[in-house]
Protein backbone atom coordinates (compact mmCIF):
# COMPACT_ATOMS: atom_id res chain seq x y z
CA UNK A 1 0.00 0.00 0.00
CA UNK A 2 2.69 2.39 1.00
CA UNK A 3 5.02 1.46 -1.69
CA UNK A 4 1.62 2.06 -4.11
CA UNK A 5 1.18 5.51 -2.80
CA UNK A 6 4.92 6.38 -3.01
CA UNK A 7 4.54 5.38 -6.30
CA UNK A 8 1.35 7.61 -7.13
CA UNK A 9 3.03 10.44 -5.31
CA UNK A 10 6.11 9.97 -7.51
CA UNK A 11 3.66 10.45 -10.86
CA UNK A 12 1.94 13.21 -9.78
CA UNK A 13 5.78 14.85 -8.92
CA UNK A 14 6.50 14.45 -12.59
CA UNK A 15 2.83 14.77 -13.84
CA UNK A 16 3.40 18.70 -11.95
CA UNK A 17 7.37 18.88 -13.13
CA UNK A 18 5.96 17.80 -16.86
CA UNK A 19 3.49 20.67 -16.27
CA UNK A 20 5.90 23.40 -14.82
CA UNK A 21 8.25 22.64 -17.41
CA UNK A 22 5.60 22.85 -20.45
CA UNK A 23 3.74 26.07 -18.97
CA UNK A 24 7.65 27.08 -18.39
CA UNK A 25 8.62 26.83 -22.22
CA UNK A 26 5.05 28.29 -23.54
CA UNK A 27 5.74 31.52 -21.42
CA UNK A 28 9.80 31.83 -22.74
CA UNK A 29 8.11 30.89 -26.37
CA UNK A 30 5.27 33.71 -25.75
CA UNK A 31 7.47 36.19 -24.36
CA UNK A 32 9.90 35.74 -27.10
CA UNK A 33 7.11 36.01 -29.72
CA UNK A 34 6.04 39.08 -27.69
CA UNK A 35 9.57 40.28 -27.71
CA UNK A 36 10.02 39.73 -31.69
CA UNK A 37 6.54 41.35 -32.04
CA UNK A 38 7.69 44.44 -30.23
CA UNK A 39 11.24 44.73 -31.84
CA UNK A 40 9.84 43.96 -35.44
CA UNK A 41 6.37 46.32 -34.76
CA UNK A 42 9.46 49.39 -33.08
CA UNK A 43 11.86 48.49 -36.28
CA UNK A 44 8.92 49.22 -38.74
CA UNK A 45 7.68 52.19 -37.06
CA UNK A 46 11.34 53.57 -36.29
CA UNK A 47 11.81 52.20 -40.40
CA UNK A 48 8.28 53.92 -41.64
CA UNK A 49 9.17 57.13 -39.38
CA UNK A 50 13.33 58.06 -40.54
CA UNK A 51 13.86 60.90 -42.34
CA UNK A 52 16.78 62.30 -43.17
CA UNK A 53 18.81 65.39 -44.07
CA UNK A 54 20.24 64.94 -48.44
CA UNK A 55 22.38 67.37 -50.34
CA UNK A 56 22.53 67.32 -54.15
CA UNK A 57 25.74 69.06 -55.85
CA UNK A 58 25.02 70.01 -59.27
CA UNK A 59 22.20 70.44 -60.89
CA UNK A 60 23.24 68.97 -64.53
CA UNK A 61 20.66 66.16 -65.56
CA UNK A 62 21.83 63.94 -63.23
CA UNK A 63 21.64 66.11 -60.25
CA UNK A 64 18.78 66.74 -60.83
CA UNK A 65 17.21 63.77 -61.41
CA UNK A 66 18.94 62.21 -58.38
CA UNK A 67 16.86 65.07 -56.30
CA UNK A 68 13.74 63.75 -57.85
CA UNK A 69 15.20 60.14 -56.71
CA UNK A 70 15.88 61.55 -53.10
CA UNK A 71 12.06 63.13 -53.35
CA UNK A 72 10.39 60.02 -54.39
CA UNK A 73 12.17 57.31 -51.64
CA UNK A 74 10.01 58.91 -48.77
CA UNK A 75 12.77 58.98 -46.26
CA UNK A 76 13.60 62.40 -47.04
CA UNK A 77 13.31 65.14 -44.43
CA UNK A 78 15.47 67.99 -46.66
CA UNK A 79 16.97 68.58 -49.50
CA UNK A 80 19.11 70.99 -50.82
CA UNK A 81 19.94 71.07 -54.39
CA UNK A 82 23.28 73.13 -55.08
CA UNK A 83 24.32 74.85 -58.66
CA UNK A 84 27.26 77.41 -59.43
CA UNK A 85 25.30 78.29 -62.49
CA UNK A 86 22.62 81.15 -62.12
CA UNK A 87 18.89 79.76 -63.70
CA UNK A 88 19.60 81.36 -67.12
CA UNK A 89 23.38 79.75 -67.44
CA UNK A 90 22.02 76.26 -66.36
CA UNK A 91 18.82 76.24 -68.81
CA UNK A 92 20.45 77.97 -71.96
CA UNK A 93 23.06 74.93 -72.71
CA UNK A 94 22.71 74.15 -76.08
CA UNK A 95 23.30 70.04 -76.19
CA UNK A 96 20.06 68.28 -76.90
CA UNK A 97 20.00 64.35 -75.09
CA UNK A 98 18.50 60.99 -76.66
CA UNK A 99 17.17 59.14 -73.42
CA UNK A 100 17.00 55.64 -74.23
CA UNK A 101 13.81 53.28 -73.25
CA UNK A 102 16.02 51.68 -70.46
CA UNK A 103 16.25 55.78 -69.33
CA UNK A 104 12.67 56.87 -70.38
CA UNK A 105 11.29 53.54 -67.84
CA UNK A 106 13.14 55.01 -65.05
CA UNK A 107 12.48 58.31 -65.25
CA UNK A 108 8.49 57.68 -65.75
CA UNK A 109 9.05 55.36 -62.71
CA UNK A 110 9.92 58.28 -61.05
CA UNK A 111 6.57 59.96 -62.16
CA UNK A 112 8.20 61.95 -64.95
CA UNK A 113 5.82 63.20 -67.99
CA UNK A 114 7.09 62.85 -71.21
CA UNK A 115 4.00 64.71 -72.70
CA UNK A 116 4.19 67.76 -70.88
CA UNK A 117 8.48 68.25 -72.16
CA UNK A 118 8.90 69.65 -75.34
CA UNK A 119 10.90 67.19 -77.25
CA UNK A 120 10.15 63.92 -79.93
CA UNK A 121 10.13 60.26 -79.81
CA UNK A 122 11.79 57.98 -82.69
CA UNK A 123 12.93 54.42 -82.64
CA UNK A 124 11.37 54.47 -78.53
CA UNK A 125 13.97 57.23 -77.44
CA UNK A 126 12.88 60.83 -76.19
CA UNK A 127 14.95 63.37 -78.02
CA UNK A 128 15.06 66.83 -75.90
CA UNK A 129 17.21 69.73 -74.99
CA UNK A 130 19.32 69.50 -71.83
CA UNK A 131 17.75 72.94 -70.40
CA UNK A 132 14.75 71.61 -70.92
CA UNK A 133 15.13 68.43 -69.42
CA UNK A 134 16.63 70.36 -66.30
CA UNK A 135 13.56 73.12 -66.15
CA UNK A 136 11.41 70.10 -66.33
CA UNK A 137 13.06 68.46 -63.22
CA UNK A 138 13.28 71.98 -61.62
CA UNK A 139 9.57 72.48 -61.81
CA UNK A 140 8.60 69.26 -60.74
CA UNK A 141 10.90 69.87 -57.27
CA UNK A 142 9.07 73.10 -56.55
CA UNK A 143 5.58 71.24 -56.79
CA UNK A 144 7.28 68.83 -54.00
CA UNK A 145 7.71 71.56 -51.27
CA UNK A 146 4.73 70.76 -50.08
CA UNK A 147 5.74 67.14 -48.93
CA UNK A 148 9.89 67.90 -48.43
CA UNK A 149 11.90 71.06 -47.71
CA UNK A 150 13.48 71.56 -51.05
CA UNK A 151 15.88 74.32 -51.55
CA UNK A 152 17.12 74.78 -54.77
CA UNK A 153 20.65 77.25 -54.26
CA UNK A 154 21.74 78.57 -57.82
CA UNK A 155 24.41 80.41 -57.93
CA UNK A 156 25.89 78.77 -55.60
CA UNK A 157 29.13 76.82 -55.79
CA UNK A 158 29.78 74.11 -53.24
CA UNK A 159 33.31 74.86 -51.26
CA UNK A 160 35.20 74.34 -47.93
CA UNK A 161 33.33 77.71 -47.01
CA UNK A 162 30.04 76.71 -48.42
CA UNK A 163 29.89 73.48 -45.89
CA UNK A 164 31.66 75.73 -42.58
CA UNK A 165 29.00 77.39 -42.90
CA UNK A 166 26.37 74.82 -42.04
CA UNK A 167 25.96 74.46 -38.74
CA UNK A 168 26.68 70.92 -37.51
CA UNK A 169 23.73 69.62 -36.33
CA UNK A 170 22.19 71.05 -39.72
CA UNK A 171 24.77 68.66 -42.08
CA UNK A 172 23.43 66.53 -44.31
CA UNK A 173 23.23 62.39 -44.22
CA UNK A 174 24.07 62.07 -47.51
CA UNK A 175 25.88 64.40 -50.20
CA UNK A 176 25.23 63.28 -53.72
CA UNK A 177 28.41 64.50 -56.04
CA UNK A 178 26.86 65.40 -59.35
CA UNK A 179 28.81 68.57 -60.75
CA UNK A 180 30.49 67.10 -63.86
CA UNK A 181 33.28 66.23 -65.92
CA UNK A 182 35.11 69.63 -64.31
CA UNK A 183 33.63 69.47 -61.09
CA UNK A 184 36.33 69.76 -58.00
CA UNK A 185 32.97 69.00 -54.79
CA UNK A 186 35.12 65.60 -54.59
CA UNK A 187 38.53 67.06 -53.41
CA UNK A 188 36.32 69.36 -50.88
CA UNK A 189 35.28 66.18 -49.40
CA UNK A 190 38.60 64.79 -49.43
CA UNK A 191 37.60 61.79 -51.67
CA UNK A 192 40.79 60.70 -53.50
CA UNK A 193 40.76 61.66 -57.96
CA UNK A 194 42.55 58.46 -58.66
CA UNK A 195 40.52 57.08 -62.10
CA UNK A 196 40.81 53.87 -63.76
CA UNK A 197 41.30 54.12 -67.20
CA UNK A 198 39.95 51.43 -69.51
CA UNK A 199 39.72 50.71 -73.52
CA UNK A 200 36.26 50.25 -74.55
CA UNK A 201 38.06 48.44 -77.43
CA UNK A 202 37.14 51.06 -80.17
CA UNK A 203 38.29 53.99 -82.35
CA UNK A 204 36.44 57.17 -82.96
CA UNK A 205 35.92 60.73 -84.02
CA UNK A 206 34.25 63.50 -82.75
CA UNK A 207 32.60 66.50 -85.23
CA UNK A 208 30.41 69.61 -84.33
CA UNK A 209 28.57 71.91 -86.81
CA UNK A 210 26.97 74.76 -85.29
CA UNK A 211 24.76 76.90 -87.41
CA UNK A 212 23.45 79.70 -86.19
CA UNK A 213 20.34 80.04 -88.91
CA UNK A 214 18.73 76.75 -87.89
CA UNK A 215 16.44 76.56 -85.13
CA UNK A 216 16.84 74.90 -82.11
CA UNK A 217 14.06 72.03 -82.48
CA UNK A 218 14.49 68.31 -81.26
CA UNK A 219 15.89 66.56 -84.21
CA UNK A 220 15.91 62.46 -83.92
CA UNK A 221 18.99 60.95 -84.34
CA UNK A 222 20.51 59.57 -87.28
CA UNK A 223 22.59 56.26 -87.27
CA UNK A 224 24.32 54.50 -90.27
CA UNK A 225 26.18 50.77 -90.10
CA UNK A 226 29.12 49.28 -92.34
CA UNK A 227 30.77 52.42 -93.71
CA UNK A 228 33.83 52.26 -96.00
CA UNK A 229 35.91 55.08 -97.78
CA UNK A 230 37.63 55.95 -100.28
CA UNK A 231 41.30 56.99 -99.43
CA UNK A 232 42.75 55.56 -102.70
CA UNK A 233 43.75 59.54 -102.96
CA UNK A 234 45.61 58.98 -100.12
CA UNK A 235 47.55 56.11 -101.10
CA UNK A 236 44.65 53.72 -99.18
CA UNK A 237 43.97 50.51 -100.83
CA UNK A 238 40.45 49.88 -98.84
CA UNK A 239 38.59 48.20 -101.53
CA UNK A 240 40.38 44.71 -101.52
CA UNK A 241 39.80 45.11 -97.96
CA UNK A 242 36.84 45.13 -97.31
CA UNK A 243 36.11 42.27 -99.71
CA UNK A 244 38.22 40.19 -97.52
CA UNK A 245 35.52 38.22 -94.75
CA UNK A 246 38.32 38.59 -92.18
CA UNK A 247 38.44 42.16 -91.88
CA UNK A 248 36.59 43.68 -89.24
CA UNK A 249 33.11 45.25 -90.42
CA UNK A 250 33.43 49.27 -91.23
CA UNK A 251 32.69 52.23 -89.39
CA UNK A 252 29.55 53.31 -87.53
CA UNK A 253 28.04 56.73 -87.97
CA UNK A 254 25.88 59.02 -85.72
CA UNK A 255 24.76 62.28 -85.91
CA UNK A 256 22.37 63.99 -83.10
CA UNK A 257 21.95 66.96 -81.82
CA UNK A 258 19.67 69.66 -83.37
CA UNK A 259 19.65 71.45 -86.80
CA UNK A 260 21.92 74.10 -85.10
CA UNK A 261 24.09 72.02 -82.58
CA UNK A 262 25.46 69.40 -84.74
CA UNK A 263 27.10 66.36 -83.41
CA UNK A 264 28.52 63.21 -85.27
CA UNK A 265 29.98 60.12 -83.70
CA UNK A 266 32.36 58.11 -85.70
CA UNK A 267 33.91 54.78 -84.36
CA UNK A 268 34.86 51.39 -85.27
CA UNK A 269 35.86 48.52 -83.50
CA UNK A 270 39.32 47.78 -82.64
CA UNK A 271 41.47 46.39 -85.75
CA UNK A 272 44.31 46.62 -87.60
CA UNK A 273 43.36 46.98 -91.01
CA UNK A 274 45.35 49.50 -93.40
CA UNK A 275 42.49 51.93 -93.55
CA UNK A 276 42.34 52.26 -89.47
CA UNK A 277 45.78 52.62 -89.03
CA UNK A 278 46.34 54.87 -91.59
CA UNK A 279 43.69 57.32 -90.21
CA UNK A 280 44.88 56.68 -86.29
CA UNK A 281 48.15 57.98 -87.04
CA UNK A 282 47.68 60.77 -90.38
CA UNK A 283 49.25 63.82 -89.61
CA UNK A 284 46.92 65.77 -92.72
CA UNK A 285 44.24 66.90 -90.31
CA UNK A 286 41.94 67.57 -93.68
CA UNK A 287 41.02 63.94 -93.97
CA UNK A 288 39.01 63.90 -91.19
CA UNK A 289 37.44 66.80 -92.15
CA UNK A 290 36.41 65.55 -95.23
CA UNK A 291 35.19 62.31 -93.96
CA UNK A 292 32.82 64.05 -91.51
CA UNK A 293 31.91 66.15 -94.33
CA UNK A 294 30.90 63.47 -97.10
CA UNK A 295 29.01 61.72 -94.43
CA UNK A 296 27.17 64.18 -93.14
CA UNK A 297 26.12 64.90 -96.78
CA UNK A 298 25.09 61.09 -97.23
CA UNK A 299 23.01 60.61 -94.27
CA UNK A 300 21.74 64.24 -93.22
CA UNK A 301 17.87 64.44 -92.84
CA UNK A 302 16.21 65.83 -96.07
CA UNK A 303 15.31 69.05 -94.86
CA UNK A 304 18.38 70.38 -93.75
CA UNK A 305 20.98 72.09 -95.82
CA UNK A 306 23.74 70.45 -97.24
CA UNK A 307 27.51 70.95 -95.95
CA UNK A 308 29.33 73.20 -98.69
CA UNK A 309 33.26 73.82 -98.77
CA UNK A 310 32.51 77.23 -97.52
CA UNK A 311 30.23 76.10 -94.04
CA UNK A 312 32.59 73.19 -93.72
CA UNK A 313 35.11 75.42 -92.53
CA UNK A 314 32.62 75.92 -89.92
CA UNK A 315 32.94 72.01 -88.55
CA UNK A 316 35.38 71.17 -85.77
CA UNK A 317 36.60 67.72 -85.56
CA UNK A 318 39.16 65.46 -84.19
CA UNK A 319 42.09 65.09 -86.33
CA UNK A 320 42.59 61.14 -86.48
CA UNK A 321 41.00 58.65 -85.22
CA UNK A 322 41.77 57.86 -81.54
CA UNK A 323 41.20 54.63 -78.81
CA UNK A 324 38.20 55.47 -76.99
CA UNK A 325 38.39 55.05 -73.32
CA UNK A 326 36.13 55.31 -70.28
CA UNK A 327 38.19 56.42 -67.37
CA UNK A 328 35.45 55.91 -63.97
CA UNK A 329 37.12 56.67 -59.87
CA UNK A 330 37.84 54.29 -57.73
CA UNK A 331 36.51 55.59 -55.49
CA UNK A 332 32.63 57.05 -56.11
CA UNK A 333 31.44 56.59 -52.61
CA UNK A 334 32.71 57.67 -49.00
CA UNK A 335 32.13 58.12 -45.76
CA UNK A 336 33.05 61.28 -43.54
CA UNK A 337 33.16 59.28 -40.36
CA UNK A 338 33.53 62.19 -37.31
CA UNK A 339 30.38 63.99 -39.57
CA UNK A 340 28.41 61.04 -40.17
CA UNK A 341 27.92 62.13 -43.65
CA UNK A 342 27.55 59.21 -46.73
CA UNK A 343 28.94 60.55 -49.92
CA UNK A 344 28.54 59.52 -53.77
CA UNK A 345 29.62 60.49 -56.71
CA UNK A 346 27.14 60.26 -59.95
CA UNK A 347 27.02 61.21 -63.67
CA UNK A 348 30.27 62.23 -65.26
CA UNK A 349 31.55 62.99 -62.14
CA UNK A 350 31.61 59.46 -61.62
CA UNK A 351 32.61 58.23 -65.00
CA UNK A 352 33.36 59.94 -68.06
CA UNK A 353 34.23 58.95 -71.72
CA UNK A 354 36.70 60.58 -73.93
CA UNK A 355 34.70 60.45 -76.64
CA UNK A 356 31.38 62.09 -77.05
CA UNK A 357 28.73 59.26 -78.28
CA UNK A 358 25.50 61.18 -77.19
CA UNK A 359 25.06 59.04 -74.49
CA UNK A 360 26.03 60.58 -71.57
CA UNK A 361 23.22 61.07 -69.87
CA UNK A 362 21.90 57.59 -69.66
CA UNK A 363 25.39 56.93 -68.06
CA UNK A 364 24.25 58.92 -65.50
CA UNK A 365 21.09 57.52 -65.34
CA UNK A 366 22.60 54.24 -65.18
CA UNK A 367 24.38 55.22 -61.71
CA UNK A 368 21.26 56.58 -60.77
CA UNK A 369 19.49 53.42 -60.52
CA UNK A 370 20.69 52.03 -57.13
CA UNK A 371 19.75 55.85 -55.74
CA UNK A 372 17.28 55.30 -54.29
CA UNK A 373 17.64 51.92 -52.20
CA UNK A 374 20.71 53.75 -51.10
CA UNK A 375 18.99 56.81 -49.47
CA UNK A 376 16.71 54.06 -48.34
CA UNK A 377 19.50 52.20 -46.65
CA UNK A 378 21.43 55.14 -45.40
CA UNK A 379 17.67 56.42 -43.70
CA UNK A 380 17.25 53.34 -41.99
CA UNK A 381 20.72 52.38 -40.59
CA UNK A 382 20.71 51.46 -37.20
CA UNK A 383 24.62 51.86 -36.87
CA UNK A 384 27.39 52.47 -39.21
CA UNK A 385 27.86 49.14 -40.07
CA UNK A 386 24.38 49.63 -41.77
CA UNK A 387 25.61 52.83 -43.86
CA UNK A 388 28.80 51.31 -44.60
CA UNK A 389 27.30 48.24 -46.28
CA UNK A 390 24.89 50.88 -48.25
CA UNK A 391 27.83 52.64 -49.75
CA UNK A 392 29.59 49.32 -50.14
CA UNK A 393 26.85 48.27 -51.96
CA UNK A 394 26.42 51.44 -54.16
CA UNK A 395 29.80 51.21 -54.96
CA UNK A 396 29.61 48.08 -56.64
CA UNK A 397 26.64 49.10 -59.01
CA UNK A 398 28.80 52.30 -60.05
CA UNK A 399 31.58 49.57 -60.93
CA UNK A 400 29.24 47.40 -62.33
CA UNK A 401 27.61 50.54 -64.51
CA UNK A 402 31.12 51.31 -65.76
CA UNK A 403 31.78 47.52 -66.65
CA UNK A 404 28.56 47.28 -68.38
CA UNK A 405 29.38 50.41 -70.63
CA UNK A 406 32.77 48.75 -71.81
CA UNK A 407 30.63 45.68 -72.20
CA UNK A 408 27.73 46.95 -74.34
CA UNK A 409 27.65 50.26 -74.07
CA UNK A 410 29.08 51.13 -77.14
CA UNK A 411 26.59 48.72 -79.24
CA UNK A 412 23.62 49.88 -77.31
CA UNK A 413 24.81 53.46 -78.59
CA UNK A 414 26.50 53.53 -81.63
CA UNK A 415 26.53 50.25 -83.65
CA UNK A 416 22.90 49.19 -83.63
C1 LIG B 1 29.05 69.22 -77.08
C2 LIG B 1 28.36 68.16 -76.26
C3 LIG B 1 27.30 67.44 -76.80
C4 LIG B 1 26.65 66.46 -76.04
N1 LIG B 1 25.63 65.77 -76.58
C5 LIG B 1 24.99 64.84 -75.84
C6 LIG B 1 23.89 64.14 -76.37
O1 LIG B 1 23.48 64.32 -77.49
N2 LIG B 1 23.29 63.21 -75.57
C7 LIG B 1 23.73 62.95 -74.29
O2 LIG B 1 23.17 62.10 -73.59
N3 LIG B 1 24.76 63.61 -73.79
C8 LIG B 1 25.40 64.55 -74.52
N4 LIG B 1 26.45 65.21 -73.99
C9 LIG B 1 26.91 64.85 -72.65
C10 LIG B 1 26.01 65.46 -71.60
O3 LIG B 1 25.97 66.86 -71.71
C11 LIG B 1 26.58 65.05 -70.24
O4 LIG B 1 26.66 63.64 -70.22
C12 LIG B 1 25.69 65.49 -69.10
O5 LIG B 1 25.53 66.88 -69.10
C13 LIG B 1 26.32 65.04 -67.79
O6 LIG B 1 25.43 65.35 -66.77
P1 LIG B 1 25.90 65.60 -65.28
O7 LIG B 1 24.67 66.04 -64.56
O8 LIG B 1 26.68 64.45 -64.80
O9 LIG B 1 26.95 66.82 -65.37
P2 LIG B 1 26.77 68.29 -65.91
O10 LIG B 1 25.67 68.38 -66.90
O11 LIG B 1 28.11 68.73 -66.33
O12 LIG B 1 26.29 69.10 -64.62
C14 LIG B 1 27.15 69.39 -63.55
C15 LIG B 1 26.66 70.66 -62.87
O13 LIG B 1 27.42 70.86 -61.68
C16 LIG B 1 27.69 72.22 -61.53
N5 LIG B 1 28.87 72.37 -60.67
C17 LIG B 1 30.15 72.04 -60.94
N6 LIG B 1 30.94 72.29 -59.89
C18 LIG B 1 30.13 72.79 -58.91
C19 LIG B 1 30.34 73.25 -57.59
N7 LIG B 1 31.55 73.22 -57.01
N8 LIG B 1 29.29 73.71 -56.89
C20 LIG B 1 28.05 73.74 -57.42
N9 LIG B 1 27.80 73.32 -58.68
C21 LIG B 1 28.81 72.85 -59.41
C22 LIG B 1 27.89 72.73 -62.94
O14 LIG B 1 27.62 74.11 -63.01
C23 LIG B 1 26.87 71.88 -63.73
O15 LIG B 1 25.64 72.56 -63.90
C24 LIG B 1 27.09 66.20 -74.71
C25 LIG B 1 28.15 66.94 -74.17
C26 LIG B 1 28.77 67.89 -74.94
C27 LIG B 1 29.92 68.68 -74.33
Keep these: MDGLQAENSGDTAEEKYRALACDTALSTLLAVVVYVLVKVSLDGIRQWRARISVLIVGSGPVGLTAALVAVRSGKVLKLTVLDERYRSALLCRPQQIALDPRSVKFLLGLGVDFDNMEGCWHNDHFFTRIGVFQEYLLSILEQKRQQVDVKVQLGTKFTEEYLRRIPRKEWPSVIVVADGSCGDSCSVLGISSDYTVESCHAYGANATIERLDQRQVPTPEIRAHSLYFDLSAYGVEAFREHRNPTSKPGFHLKIYGTFRNRYMALVCPTSDTKMVRFLRHTANSSIM ?27 QCSRRLFEIQLSHRRISAAYIEGDNVAVTVEGEAARVLNFDTGFGVNLGMRGLESMGSFIYRTATAVDQNDILEALSAKMQHSRHVAEAFRQTGLAESMYE
Design 289 to 315: KNIFHQSFNAYKTDIEPRLSDVTCHHM
